[in-house]
């Protein structure tokens, strides 16, 4: 293997991973709690619910990577990801008027959890398939 090669791949790896951290921190600002709190604390739902995001960033940035001609290109693709990322979350709290998913969340509400998980692991095949 060349030296360029590896430099390259450990290049996409911090900048993917660095994507990554900084969309998982500022998803946190936009929750009305603390996710690393909750999840110290033993929220199984906060945490499922970050699981998925953080899994669907990943995937994300996984599919971009393969199929991109750049790493810009694979960034402008992960940003947009992203952004429809907080769509997708909003229009999860949107659709469910009978209860408010942060509350629910914070609550430890596992059902809420799990679809919430569930809705960021779609947007990102989604996301995957428009990239495609």
Request: hydrophobic residues 60%; proline residues 1%; charged residues 15%.
């Amino acid at each position: 293997m060349e030296m360029t090669v590896l430099l390259d791949s450990i290049r996409w790896f911090v900048i993917i991973m660095a994507v990554i951290i900084v969309a998982t921190f500022i998803f946190e600002k936009i929750t009305k709690f603390k996710d690393m709190e909750e999840i110290k604390s033993g929220n199984i739902s906060v945490a499922l619910s970050v699981s998925g995001k953080i899994y669907a960033l990943g995937y994300i940035m996984k599919v971009s990577a393969e199929y991109s001609y750049s790493l810009s290109e694979t960034l402008i693709w992960g940003l947009a990801g992203f952004v429809l990322l907080i769509i997708g979350y909003l229009i999860f709290e949107f659709l469910t008027p009978s209860f408010k998913v942060d509350e629910e969340l914070a609550k430890d509400n596992k059902a809420v959890g799990i679809l919430s998980l569930a809705i960021s692991v779609v947007i990102a095949h989604a996301v995957a398939i428009a990239i495609i």
